[in-house]
């Protein structure tokens, strides 16, 4: 019987160890979450800065083009549709079905740039955005939607980069407009 009472023991020896290893544990997760919370409050990072950032993000990006090479220009089609989504998103424009349509665009572009499946799905998406960034304006300013229609479906978008980057600036132009009115 002495046996059986030193391997129960054991087996409840290493539980415990085993539940004091969990709390510490997630202790220190606990720990380090809330240092980081703290450390963005000590440095003066407010909410509404941060909201702002990925709308601040593609007014920077617009503002600069960035046409060298085919894989650059991959990569700048896609990064800013990845961060026109961002920019809707921050100011509730178009819905989140709009956001992921973007991003799916984005992907798209940099898996099969040369498709004109691929200059589709951009332009549907392009004209989605504008009907979110100007939705039936009173002064006839359709200049987005126009922008969008543009785009060529039965050509490669590499080849129409030109027109999509003028949308970008375009866009955050307008996007920049509504942002002041809210």
């Avoid at 720990?31 to 440095?43: L, M, P, Q, T, W």
């Avoid at 800013?80 to 349509?101: C, E, M």
């Avoid at 955005?129 to 978008?157: K, M, Y």
Wanted: hydrophobic share 40%; aromatic share 4%; proline share 4%.
């Amino acid at each position: 019987m002495a046996h059986i009472d030193t391997a129960s023991s054991r087996r409840r020896s290493w539980m415990a160890i085993s539940a004091v290893g969990l709390l510490a544990v997630t202790a220190i997760f606990w720990a380090v979450g809330c240092a980081g919370s703290n450390d963005e409050r000590s440095r003066g990072v407010d909410e509404p800065a941060a909201a702002n950032s990925p709308l601040q993000d593609y007014l920077r990006f617009a503002g600069t083009a960035e046409t060298r090479g085919a894989d650059v220009d991959r990569e700048y089609l896609a990064d800013g549709l990845r961060k026109l989504a961002g920019a809707l998103g921050t100011l509730n424009l178009g819905g989140p079905d709009l956001q992921v349509d973007l991003r799916v665009a984005a992907e798209h572009v940099l898996l099969n740039p040369a498709s004109t499946a691929t200059t589709e799905i951009v332009r549907n998406g392009l004209m989605s955005a504008a009907e979110a960034i100007e939705p039936g304006r009173p002064d006839g300013g359709d200049t987005l939607r126009r922008l969008a229609e543009s785009v060529r479906p039965d050509g490669p978008l590499f080849d129409q980069r030109l027109t999509v980057q003028e949308f970008f600036q375009e866009s955050a132009k307008a996007i920049q407009r509504v942002s002041q009115q809210t």
